[in-house]
């Protein structure tokens, strides 16, 4: 057993190895481990929710906690999906529905292309 510990503010799996691949000196814990579900994302931006989700994490365990947020960004439409890209279709939304709703988007704006970009925010706490 490591002897650094970290929270991932997180249910997501497969962002919860990735962690543990960029952080091999540190045993990455999911927050579900303590049952600690998801923070709901209330922030402005993606850092707010960021540190939401890591002080939630933190502030239950008591153990240093990461949490990040992050989306795909086309400044041509207003920088949609943004923050929303996980829900961009719906709260239920899948991330094919995603796609289609942005594709659909982007042909009522004429763009054949564009350019976008990801971004992500990652927020230690503890």
């Known amino acids: ?63 240093s906690s990461v949490g990040d947020d992050s989306g795909l960004i086309v400044p041509a439409i207003n920088n949609e999906p943004g923050l929303y890209s996980a829900r961009y279709a719906g709260l239920n939304a899948t991330d094919s529905d995603n796609r289609n709703k942005l594709i659909s988007k982007l042909k009522d704006n004429k763009l054949e292309s564009t350019y976008a970009y990801f971004f992500c925010c990652i927020v230690a706490v503890g």
Do not use: H, R, W
Request: charge should be negative; charged fraction near 30%; proline fraction near 3%.
């Open 1 to 63: 057993m490591k002897e650094n510990k970290l929270i991932i503010a997180s249910s997501n799996k497969g962002k919860i190895n990735e962690f543990q691949k960029i952080l091999p000196d540190f045993e990455c814990i999911p927050q579900s481990i303590f049952n600690i579900s998801d923070v709901e994302e209330t922030g402005k931006d993606f850092e707010e929710n960021a540190i939401l989700k890591a002080k939630n994490a933190f502030i239950k365990t008591n153990i």
